[in-house]
């Protein structure tokens, strides 16, 4: 791929113009609540009056309809790349909630697990377009290119975390590879690979440093340039979620990964709020009803209501 191409790719990718908002709801491991949060954060908004899209696109483990209590969509996403299907409206499916439709992904994960960029940008662009306030993708686990790219580019990144060591790892895993390939796209669409090969080289130990003083050594070098990079990488802010919390210590979890987030990347992370550990989860899951319809005194309404108000506070 040459150079243009190259930027046409990293534009697109960062600065589409849509009707409906994109919120991305990621994790760096299967398991820890990006379906629940996913089908829960959108029942909250459909309730609230908005025209709410999920998006299932968590490839080959894809499950949200479950969450929402309906059968598996019989058209998804695989026939519209595979052209099939004409429009991305045509795999919309109604839920029992009002407000709320849902879109399924693939269920075999060939032809979607690889998706070209030029497959990426049409989905997200024509997903757009579509007659909603808000598309919520419900990513796969895992740093595959396509997960990271949709984080990436969607308007909000919200990221679950649960309170264990090994959900925290894969957190720091999934923000550090966000954070490289959003710093080579807007490279890429500033034209300043040199200046950052030289910031690199500027003190041999730079290239092992925390990103955040690359940047300082960037604006150094050429401050008008710096500060353009410094503006690119200040926009990725992700929301953070604690979930399955059965502590003060758990909650305060989300704390301590905001401020090294901040030390060692410089980047602001918002910690939208936890989620209690809760029987009723499980409970609505088996019985194959939304959380939010099936518990309406559980503790998780509170908590979603608390997460959705902060969400659409920083809006
Ligand atoms: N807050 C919670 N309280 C109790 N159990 C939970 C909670 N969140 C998630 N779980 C359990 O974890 C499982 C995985 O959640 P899910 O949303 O499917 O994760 P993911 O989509 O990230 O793979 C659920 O089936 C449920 O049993
Ligand atoms: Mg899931």
Request: hydrophobic share 40%; with cysteine; proline share 4%.
């Amino acid at each position: 791929m040459n150079l243009s191409d190259q930027i046409n790719k990293a534009g697109s990718l960062l600065s589409t113009q849509r009707k409906a908002k994109i919120w991305a709801v990621g994790g760096g491991k299967g398991g820890v609540g990006k379906s629940l949060v996913t089908a829960n954060t959108s029942i909250c908004l459909a309730l609230m009056g908005y025209k709410v899209i999920v998006v299932d696109l968590d490839l080959g483990g894809a499950n949200i309809h479950t969450c929402l209590g309906i059968n598996i969509p019989e058209k998804t996403l695989s026939d519209y790349i595979s052209k099939k299907v004409t429009s991305i409206k045509e795999l919309l499916v109604p839920t029992p909630i009002k407000n709320l439709q849902i879109i399924s992904g693939a269920q075999d994960e060939l032809g979607i697990a690889n998706l070209k960029q030029m497959h990426k940008n049409k989905i997200l662009s024509k997903l757009g377009e579509l007659d909603a306030d808000y598309i919520i993708l419900d990513l796969g686990a895992g740093t595959t290119y396509n997960t990271l790219d949709f984080f990436i580019s969607a308007d909000k990144g919200i990221l679950v975390i649960l309170p264990e060591p090994t959900s925290i790892e894969n957190t720091y895993r999934f923000i550090k590879s966000v954070y490289h390939r959003r710093l080579k796209m807007i490279e890429e669409l500033l034209n300043i690979q040199p200046l950052i090969n030289q910031a690199m080289n500027a003190k041999m130990s730079a290239s092992q440093g925390p990103p955040a003083d690359l940047i300082k050594r960037v604006i150094e070098i050429n401050p008008e340039m710096g500060m353009k990079l410094q503006r690119e990488v200040n926009k990725f802010k992700p929301q953070i979620i604690i979930n399955q919390i059965r502590s003060q210590q758990d909650i305060d979890i989300g704390f301590s990964i905001q401020s090294v987030c901040k030390r060692y990347f410089g980047i602001d992370m918002n910690y939208v709020g936890y989620l209690d550990y809760d029987s009723t989860v499980w409970q609505s899951i088996k019985k194959r009803k939304p959380l939010l319809m099936e518990y309406p005194n559980s503790r998780l309404v509170n908590n979603f209501d608390r997460i959705v108000h902060k969400l659409l506070e920083l809006d």
